[in-house]
């Protein structure tokens, strides 16, 4: 899973392995040019909580779909879940008039994430759409500008960007709260 992820981002892997002294693995990741992203400011006064509002979480990763559920819910939201696109789509549907934000991840078996994203602005065009990804490229990002699709949260995330997240989703209002 590991070498998916690295090689995903235009990286590499070195291994070097001696027995009985051990394994050194070497994670080679490009640079790239574009939006720095700060830490969370630990001096703030912590992420907003929500107010019942229900998220649509759709990723094919058990882990992160399971991990934003605890962290959102723990904050103030109820949460569906959904592993790909075609299966978010039957839960939207069922759930139309209550679920007020989607966050998705991009790269998905069945139905990615590009896709559900064109689906759901047909759907209901004003539904606050968040995109998640590994990947940072001009070309995702100008097909994400096309559907209006405003907020990215690039994974690794913490629980205080993804509150922070669904929360300037939710509210485009208030402005945009520190990454």
Known sequence: MTHGIV???GGFLNVNSNPGRGTIFQVYLPAVAGEEVLPDDP???GPPA???ELVLVVDDEAAVRNSAQ???EAHGYRVLLAADGTEALALFAQNFDSVAVV????MMPHMDGMALMHALRRMKPGVPLIAST???DAAQAAR????DVKLVLYK??????LLRRIHEALHPEAGSPAP
């Open 70 to 72: 605890m962290v959102l």
């Open 50 to 52: 929500g107010d019942q």
């Open 144 to 147: 994400l500008k096309s559907i």
């Open 7 to 9: 090689k995903g981002h």
């Open 103 to 106: 966050l998705t991840d991009i």
């Open 134 to 136: 590994g990947l940072g």
């Open 43 to 45: 001096s703030s006064t």
């Open 156 to 161: 690794p995330y913490s629980g205080d960007t």
